[in-house]
């Protein structure tokens, strides 16, 4: 065969292929392996595939709503976030994930894009809305396991203060802590300090700031975030200090948490607001430490969300 010849065959299969297309689109998109119906701008759904009917039942000649939301009967009832009532009004596909529960409480997010499909007949042109479903529950996976790990990170988390002092070292404030035995906690605390003391280094100026993750003494499993910082203490006689003394505040956690070093810029920002301007020897109280740690725990919490939402599928609209 020359060339000529085979383009001309090519040509030949080539329009083959698109008048089989054109008859049958309805087959091709039985094959696909995502879900797919097709809407009237009354919201009744007047195409489904085989992907959609086994995964999501059938809704034909119903309204499409239903299928989110079965106890919804009406077209006054349609979804409030609905994405095919956008795509009609600004002729553009829309994107939404939908979260669903399955009878046996099983849950599953899918993401819904709707596209507007304009169809000529009889010289009048006929809008219609393409709607395609994928699972993507996969993808949400690493959200819960994030959620998951906030809410042990709660449970796992335990602050104290302590001092430079008059005497090299002094415990302020602090909570329990479950892996020092309690007879136990005050010379723990203290032979922390002069090991974070030495570790993060006194100048002149005392060195403030956020520091770490530093291993914990003794204690492999463990981690410290340390913050330094000054405070007013009117008793205080160290003149090197100058009424200012040098604190501590020593966030201990397991080391499974320690990722949430990657937000130690907002962190530092929080603890800044709280301690460091016009804080007073007075004012560093376990009620103090506990509003701490609330708010270190939600900003975590928020810190991890948003970053799920910049890389997931979670936005919705285009």
Same mark, same amino acid.
């Given at each position: 065969? =020359?060339?000529?010849?085979? =383009? ?15 008859? +049958? ?34 809704? $034909? ?9 079965? +106890?919804? +009967? ?24 939908? /979260?669903? /529960? ?20 009889? =010289?009048?042109?006929? /809008? ?12 949400? @996976?690493? /959200? &819960? ?48 300090? @002069?090991?974070?003391?030495?570790? &993060? ?15 914990? $003494? ?6 410290? @975030? ?40 907002? &962190? ?17 109280? @376990? ?32």
């Amino acid at each position: 065969m =020359n060339k000529g010849d085979y =383009n001309s065959q090519h040509l030949k299969d080539t329009n083959k292929i698109e008048d089989s297309v054109e008859i +049958n689109y309805s087959k091709i998109l039985e094959t696909l392996p995502v879900a797919v119906s097709i809407q009237n701008t009354n919201f009744i759904v007047v195409y489904e595939n085989k992907e959609m009917k086994t995964r999501y039942n059938t809704f $034909l000649k119903d309204y499409c709503y239903r299928r989110w939301h079965p +106890n919804q +009967n009406s077209k006054t009832n349609q979804c409030i976030d609905c994405p095919a009532l956008i795509t009609l009004r600004n002729n553009k596909p829309t994107t939404i994930i939908r /979260k669903l /529960k399955d009878e046996n409480g099983n849950v599953s997010f899918v993401k819904v894009i709707h596209s507007p499909l304009i169809l000529s007949k009889n =010289n009048n042109e006929e /809008k219609y809305i393409v709607e395609v479903v994928y699972d993507v529950t996969e993808c949400f @996976l690493d /959200k &819960i396991r994030r959620e998951i790990d906030i809410k042990q990170f709660k449970k796992e988390i335990w602050l104290s203060i302590t001092s430079f002092g008059n005497y090299g070292g002094d415990v302020i404030t602090s909570e329990e802590l479950p892996f020092v035995k309690k007879e136990e906690q005050r010379s723990f605390l203290l032979e922390m300090s @002069l090991y974070l003391f030495t570790a &993060i280094g006194q100048g002149e100026n005392y060195n403030e700031g956020l520091y770490g993750l530093l291993p914990v $003494l003794n204690h492999q499993e463990y981690v410290v @975030l340390v913050y330094a910082f000054r405070f007013s203490d009117e008793e205080l006689s160290e003149v090197r200090l100058q009424g200012r003394d040098y604190g501590l505040l020593m966030i201990f956690t397991k080391i499974s948490h320690e990722k949430i070093v990657i937000y130690r810029k907002e &962190i530092l920002e929080l603890l800044d607001r709280l301690l460091k301007h016009n804080c007073e020897k007075k004012d560093l109280t @376990l009620k103090l430490l506990s509003i701490i740690k609330k708010e270190l725990v939600n900003l975590i919490e928020r810190l991890e969300n948003q970053h799920f939402e910049s890389n997931s599928f979670g936005k919705k609209g285009n």
